[in-house]
T-cell receptor, first 116, second 114 residues
Framework: GAGVSQTPSNKVTEKGKYVELRCDPI?????LYWYRQSLGQGPEFLIY????????DSGLPNDRFFAVRPEGSVSTLKIQRTERGDSAVYLC??????????????FGPGTRLTVL | GENVEQHPSTLSVQEGDSAVIKCTYS??????FPWYKQELGKGPQLIID?????GEKKDQRIAVTLNKTAKHFSLHITETQPEDSAVYFC?????????????FGTGTRLTVIP
């Protein structure tokens, strides 16, 4: 079946601009995660949604970052006033997490964000 | 928070040999340990995982071992093939009635030489 999809695959923007990154999770997965992966590093947690609500946003680096999931499916990560240090691959993962399951996470291909 | 360390950062093996990647974690409350394979330009792909109530798990050529006392876990790949070449990440999380945020190691670039 279809996996996690992310759009766009690449985004180049100028410093100070606003960007939106989209994630379509696997159908039926209630849990959705955003991670950020810098070059040569492992993914770092940003935010977690269970349904429509952000259950844990402790990984967001500052208030320029915001994410929504209004209908409990598609999620959008929003970055305001982008900085060069925001350049990274932004990964989305979804999980069929329910009590009793392993809670395994399935990742999308990522969006490579470059801030010039 | 949780801190996961991974070694080695690079590993080269001859085709057919075994490869071992090791990770340590800091939070004794962590209870779920997945391993991901990431190929160039792609997202991480789950290849095997283990929960803290199990000491070892095997799936064909891949096995994972967990030592809760020492807080370390390892990935073993036997009979390596060129298509096993990729970056491998270990991760740890404390699965509870809430988030299952993964804390990742820094990755191991595995090269299998034909």
């Amino acid at each position: 079946g279809a996996g996690v999809s992310q759009t766009p695959s690449n985004k180049v923007t100028e410093k100070g601009k606003y960007v939106e990154l989209r994630c379509d999770p696997i159908s039926g997965h209630t849990a959705l995660y955003w991670y950020r992966q810098s070059l040569g590093q492992g993914p770092e947690f940003l935010i977690y949604f269970q349904g429509t609500g952000a259950a844990d946003d402790s990984g967001l680096p500052n208030d320029r970052f915001f994410a929504v999931r209004p209908e409990g499916s598609v999620s959008t990560l929003k970055i305001q006033r982008t900085e060069r240090g925001d350049s990274a691959v932004y990964l989305c993962a979804s999980s069929p997490w329910t009590s009793g399951t392993r809670g395994e996470q399935f990742f999308g291909p990522g969006t490579r964000l470059t801030v010039l | 928070g949780e801190n996961v360390e991974q070694h080695p950062s690079t590993l080269s093996v001859q085709e057919g040999d075994s490869a071992v990647i090791k990770c340590t974690y800091s939070d004794s409350a962590s209870n779920y340990f997945p391993w991901y394979k990431q190929e160039l330009g792609k997202g991480p792909q789950l290849i095997i995982d283990i929960r803290s109530n199990v000491g070892e798990k095997k799936d064909q050529r891949i096995a994972v071992t967990l030592n809760k006392t020492a807080k370390h876990f390892s990935l073993h790949i036997t009979e390596t093939q060129p298509e096993d070449s990729a970056v491998y990440f270990c991760a740890a999380s404390m699965r509870q009635t809430g988030a299952n945020n993964l804390f990742f190691g820094t990755g191991t670039r595995l090269t299998v030489i034909p």
